[in-house]
């Protein structure tokens, strides 16, 4: 064997025995990732789906529904449920928000399922020609079965859009299923005639990814974040099927009014419940969200206006767009928090910014009460608390609303 014959195998074998040790330097790197938690220091450091999530495929009358679960139901808890908007899915739409570490500090007592819509997963392949889609109601129909087949009794949902809107139709439909309902950027109407008429004409104009970039952000949003806009933009164009995302979009344009009412001011619970039988009345404890330069803020307001004023709070964030669940996170989950508490389930955590002022016990409690109590009696002690820790502890520099002090107390409106 001559000299470079003996160099050229030692040179080998160095580089085979770097790249080993590398790689065991990197196995042994990921074990301390996931063990030492305390150490991270990135909100975002965590992937919320590395964590005891697995995916289902699940039957409906309407079609195949894909949902992710992290963790099982734990006990009378319900059951975090999310649905996405329109040219998003469970990771673009959701991942920020349950990644951040104020929100896995309150998850971590529930368990979660995000849905993706018929088709809206990434990778899913095309429908076949002359697949017809689910209506939004059908959509609001597939749910029944998802709870069923994860042995799901009651949800708490967090709904973005087009996925407010179903959650608010399965609320509406089954309000023993629903506890309580997050709802960012809703419209609870249907398309009106001049929308529809510029849907059209935009049609012809622009592809399907500007017409879904412009239903999630405004102009100047467009203009002015490019970062936001740009990895929101890839994502709606490279990572959903095209013909699939375009089938959604058409069922939500085509929508009908959820014909909500807000009951007369006045009125007993019994004529209450008596109207509920002729009149639609969203019965369970709701959060509206909505960035102030959002698209969707009058959709919200009007939204809003329907709802029964001492079951609905309105968040209106500042120095926030289309997607508040994206922006501002932290928000987000501090007023999620401080919602949970107001339907009796009160999460001991540690919120970062908080430290001081949080109670160092990672437990969670349930309130001694019925569910009947909870959703009826909402002026309670504990949900005055919440209603008000909302306004006080997201202000930070902002101003926020407080509860009318009048006899019929108007629906709480915050600004943070």
Not at 275 to 296: E, H, K, M, N
């Amino acid at each position: 064997m001559t000299r470079e014959e003996v160099e050229r195998k030692r040179g080998r074998g160095g580089v085979s025995a770097e790249v080993h040790s590398i790689r065991k330097m990197d196995e042994l790197q990921d074990v301390q990732l996931t063990e030492i938690k305390p150490l991270l220091t990135s909100k975002n450091a965590r992937n919320f789906q590395d964590f005891d999530c697995q995916e289902h495929d699940i039957e409906t009358p309407h079609g195949v529904l894909h949902v992710t679960m992290r963790g099982v139901p734990k006990g009378n808890r319900p059951v975090i449920l999310t649905y996405h908007d329109i040219g998003l899915n469970r990771d673009p739409c959701f991942n920020t928000l349950f990644n951040y570490e104020d929100m896995q500090e309150i998850t971590q007592h529930f368990a979660v399922v995000h849905v993706d819509a018929p088709g809206q997963q990434e990778g899913a392949p095309p429908f076949p020609s002359g697949y017809h889609y689910p209506t939004m109601d059908e959509l609001a129909e597939m749910l029944p079965s998802v709870m069923t087949q994860l042995k799901i009794n009651s949800v708490i949902g967090i709904g973005v859009g087009a996925g407010a809107y179903v959650l608010t139709l399965f609320a509406l439909n089954n309000p023993s299923f629903v506890e309580g309902l997050v709802l960012i950027n809703v419209d609870p109407c249907a398309e009106g005639w001049i929308d529809w008429a510029a849907s059209k004409l935009s049609g012809w104009t622009s592809n399907l990814v500007d017409i879904v970039m412009a239903h999630h952000f405004s102009t100047d949003e467009l203009t002015e974040n490019q970062e936001l806009i740009q990895t929101y933009r890839l994502h709606i164009a490279q990572d959903i099927n095209q013909d699939n995302l375009a089938l959604f979009c058409g069922s939500y344009q085509y929508r009908r009014d959820l014909e909500i009412e807000r009951p007369i001011v006045g009125l007993n619970e019994d004529t209450v419940n008596t109207l509920t039988c002729s009149v639609r009345l969203l019965q369970v404890p709701a959060l509206l969200v909505v960035g102030d330069t959002s698209p969707a803020v009058e959709a919200v307001v009007e939204c809003n206006s329907r709802l029964i004023t001492t079951k609905t709070t309105l968040l209106k964030m500042a120095d926030c767009g289309g997607l508040p669940q994206v922006v501002q996170p932290g928000k987000l989950a501090e007023a999620f928090k401080y919602f949970v508490q107001g339907m009796g389930y009160i999460p001991y955590v540690l919120l970062s910014h908080l430290s001081n002022e949080s109670v160092p016990s990672a437990g969670m409690t349930r309130l001694a009460r019925s569910r009947t109590t909870s959703s009826s009696s909402i002026t309670s002690m504990e949900s005055s608390r919440s209603r008000n820790n909302i306004s006080s502890l997201l202000e930070g520099n902002a101003t926020a609303g407080t509860l009318d002090s009048q006899v019929a107390p108007q629906t709480m409106e915050v600004s943070c």
